[in-house]
T-cell receptor, first 112, second 114 residues
Framework: GNSVTQMEGPVTLSEEAFLTINCTYTATGYPSLFWYVQYPGEGLQLLLKATKADDKGSNKGFEATYRKETTSFHLEKGSVQVSDSAVYFCAQGGTSYGKLTFGQGTILTVHP | DTAVSQTPKYLVTQMGNDKSIKCEQNLGHDTMYWYKQDSKKFLKIMFSYNNKELIINETVPNRFSPKSPDKAHLNLHINSLELGDSAVYFC?????????????FGSGTQLSVL
């Protein structure tokens, strides 16, 4: 079945450090891929997405590239801020009705 | 205006009780969902409704019963609450056939069963 695996957390960084959160997926076909972010006390919100191989999604300084050959969708940001502290979820789209399969989430804490 | 709103935000109750969580969306979406997030942040879909029709029903105890009176509302009723039901429950909505669409989430209901 479809699955999404994220790098284990938690991740702790200093402000302005480089961030990578790894995500790999297994699926039949070529699903859409997403990164969602959950700030403390809030629901998830879409951060970025890519719908086909080699697409790059980007938003708020975050980027992720859909790599078909490595079945990966790693999240990167060149310089993190304290306000980026949150839980990050990688997800893949389902066959219908928006059934997303989520990874286990990675807790990111950024210190000043 | 809140796009997906769910109430209550916090729910503390005793084992064996029956409780409901309500969800409403004002985005005009025709598909709504319930997700459960455990203490380790793992997120799992429970149910999905499209135009008031049950579409996704994952392996969930039948103590959990969703009800969709119209496509803007999806409520979750839980009978005979157990300790293991303690979690954060998220409502979400999207357009149908939404493999490429984004989901809009409510802010969650933290359920604590004592």
């Amino acid at each position: 079945g479809n699955s999404v695996t994220q790098m284990e957390g938690p991740v702790t960084l200093s402000e302005e450090a480089f961030l990578t959160i790894n995500c790999t997926y297994t699926a039949t076909g070529y699903p859409s891929l997403f990164w969602y972010v959950q700030y403390p006390g809030e629901g998830l919100q879409l951060l970025l997405k890519a719908t086909k191989a080699d697409d790059k999604g980007s938003n708020k300084g975050f980027e992720a590239t859909y790599r078909k050959e490595t079945t990966s969708f790693h999240l990167e940001k060149g310089s993190v801020q304290v306000s980026d502290s949150a839980v990050y979820f990688c997800a893949q789209g389902g066959t219908s009705y928006g059934k997303l399969t989520f990874g286990q989430g990675t807790i990111l804490t950024v210190h000043p | 205006d809140t796009a997906v709103s769910q109430t209550p935000k916090y729910l503390v109750t005793q084992m064996g009780n029956d409780k409901s969580i309500k969800c409403e969306q004002n985005l005009g979406h025709d598909t709504m969902y319930w997700y459960k997030q455990d203490s380790k942040k793992f997120l799992k879909i429970m149910f999905s409704y499209n135009n008031k029709e049950l579409i996704i029903n994952e392996t969930v105890p039948n103590r959990f019963s969703p009800k969709s009176p119209d496509k803007a509302h999806l409520n979750l009723h839980i009978n005979s609450l157990e300790l293991g039901d303690s979690a954060v429950y998220f409502c979400a909505s999207s357009y149908a056939g939404a493999a490429n669409e984004k989901l809009f989430f409510g802010s969650g209901t933290q359920l604590s069963v004592l």
